[in-house]
């Protein structure tokens, strides 16, 4: 199972470390960050979710979000999203491939 999420908090991590730890499944984090503030705003500012009655964060959500982000004490690739799609999918997969 792949999940999309923003766990800003350990709270909302621990919610799929419990059941996997239930159900003796690896349980493998991948954080994905912008560098760029000025292609983050763009990128969500163009960004078409496509899910009816869903409008999305505001720039101004996304920016309280970060400044709420509790560190992480997982194990975790942390991916910039400035690189390449095809170089951050091999990291991914490599990092996927050594975690199993």
Do not use: K, Y
Request: aromatic content about 6%; overall charge positive.
């Amino acid at each position: 199972m792949i999940v999309d999420a923003v766990n800003t908090v350990e709270a909302a991590r621990r919610q799929w470390r419990t059941p996997a730890d239930r159900h003796c499944l690896p349980v493998v984090f991948i954080e994905v960050v912008c560098s760029d503030p000025v292609v983050h705003r763009r990128r969500l500012e163009n960004r078409s979710r496509r899910i009816e009655g869903f409008a999305g964060p505001t720039s101004e959500v996304v920016e309280r979000r970060r400044r709420e982000f509790a560190p992480w004490a997982d194990h975790r690739l942390v991916l910039d999203a400035t690189t390449d799609l095809s170089s951050n999918v091999a990291t991914a997969l490599g990092f996927l491939s050594a975690t199993a």
